[in-house]
């Protein structure tokens, strides 16, 4: 049986990234698209050869030749199309970050718990070859057993923030959740939760240093795996240069790997040095695609569910809870932390 999918909100990540993986994974088909506005999703439809167009959400739900549903929207509507589809029992996969806070995700974990409906995550990186190496070289013991782990993405001020009349979607908490921290950090917070298993503590400081966006534009953080791993991380997107890096050091050895490039992931141990030049797929959501479409065939699991991406939203509510609060208050920033429940 194909997997007939429908879009809500057929935006810039559907061009490449995911609706074309939609289309090419086995037994998996694009049948339907929506945007609000309904010349561009016409216009979608058309280029992308999609059978069917909306610009209502509940209308293409409700289309008895959609099996699942793919919602591609801002986090701030997450919530509500995500339970849209799962209460007319159909399959949700919701782009990344799961939603603005832990406290949706709990909502749309409680809906897919009682009604049976499951319910995926767009943290594809779970499934790209490059980060299955790095989980086969640990599993392996390429580095012994882990001890630390060492994140640092750097980036200057994005020239779209210059007005801030006009900021990017992405910078407004009250769409995005937060910053770029919440919307590329997620990233790297999920697929260390995939490598090394769950944050279980987490204390971190964030601000606004260039005062552009109300947002955060710099974290840094401490965290502690449930294993005992312990590890840091920082996040700039206000300052010179552009770094990405992660760093896993074990008790014989490194490995190294960037979340975002495709540079060979490089492993540093007695023997000397090793790189592994792994490219990412044009449409670098199909990996993840193929194991949904598989788990809804009842052939396989998804690595990326509701359960796992509700742990990455967690340790991004600890580390933010004191900026959200003050800033809301006074404007100005804090950290916050603590055990993760």
Known sequence: ?????????????????????????????????MRRNGALAEDYARRHGVPRWYDDAQALVDDPDVDAVYVATPPSTHLPYALMAMRAGKPAYVEKPMALDARECEAMLEASRASGVPLFVA????????????????????????RLVRVLLQRGLDASCADPAALPWRVRPEIAGGGLFVDLGSHTLDILDFLLGPIASVQGHAASLSQAYPAEDTVTMSFAFASGVQGTGAWSFCSEGRRDEVEII????????????????????????????????????????????????????????????????????????????????????????????
């Open 123 to 146: 943290y594809y990186r779970r499934a790209l070859p490059r980060f299955l190496k790095v989980r086969d070289l640990l599993a392996g013991g390429a580095i012994g057993r882990p």
């Open 1 to 33: 049986m194909t997997i007939r999918w429908g879009i809500v909100g057929c935006g810039n990540v559907t061009e490449v990234k995911s609706g074309p993986a939609l289309q090419q994974a086995p037994g998996s088909a694009l049948v339907a698209v």
């Open 250 to 341: 074990g008790d014989r050895g490194r490995l190294a790997f960037s979340t975002f490039g495709d540079d060979p992931v490089r492993l540093e141990d007695a023997g000397g040095v090793q790189a592994f030049a792994i490219a990412n797929p044009l449409h670098i959501q199909r990996p993840l695609v193929e194991t949904i479409v598989a788990a809804l065939h009842g052939e396989g699991e998804c690595p990326s569910t509701g359960e796992t991406a509700a742990r990455t939203t967690r340790v991004i509510d600890a580390v933010l809870r004191d900026f959200r609060a003050r800033n809301a208050v006074s404007g100005s920033a804090g950290g916050g932390g603590g055990p993760l429940r």
